[in-house]
């Protein structure tokens, strides 16, 4: 007696097999994979890498996604993309060059924001906002705000692996 397999089923596992034979499900490799994925389309990498932590648009327009490292390996990354919603450029953020451009007293929290992405976890330390972002080498970003939304501190905890 033969088992019949589903209708449903076998479409689906037709897909996939047409998707991994196109390339489809194959990783989008951020910048630490050493592959350039420009002229991608942000389906090809929605599929690859998932949703977006956030998008936003540059001072030109163009809409720019951000893996913040939580769902992606090798760190943080931003897909910019050109007019015609291919991949225009893929460079690294969250990195220690990113840090080292916050300045106590003068670096305000939308230029974090800008410079950074999102935070990872706002606490608030003796009345102060302090964020946290963890950074590629698993350490983590602690930066303390005084009441004028300025960076009063910056602070990197945790040991490099």
């Known amino acids: ?7 449903r089923a076998a479409i689906v596992g037709a897909l996939l097999v047409i998707a991994t034979a196109t ?3 194959s990783s989008l490799a951020g910048p630490a994979g050493g592959r350039a994925p420009e002229g991608r389309t942000m389906a090809e ?3 690859a890498n998932g949703l977006p932590d956030a998008i936003r648009f540059g001072q030109d327009g163009r809409q720019i ?3 913040t490292g939580r769902a992606v390996r090798g760190g943080a990354f931003r897909v910019t993309y050109a007019d015609d919603g291919r991949v225009a450029s893929v460079e690294p953020f969250r990195t220690r ?25 706002i606490r608030y330390v003796e009345g102060a906002a302090q964020w946290e972002y963890p950074l590629p080498d698993r350490t983590r970003l602690l930066i303390r705000y005084g009441r004028d939304r300025r960076v009063e501190a910056v602070r990197i905890e945790g040991a490099a692996s």
């Open 65 to 67: 996604w951000e893996y």
């Open 1 to 7: 007696m033969s088992r019949r397999i589903p209708r």
């Open 45 to 47: 990498v929605r599929n």
């Open 23 to 25: 390339g489809a499900c």
């Open 97 to 121: 060059d990113d840090v080292a451009r916050l300045r106590a007293g003068d670096t305000s929290a939308p230029e974090v924001v800008a410079l950074l992405g999102d935070p990872d976890r």
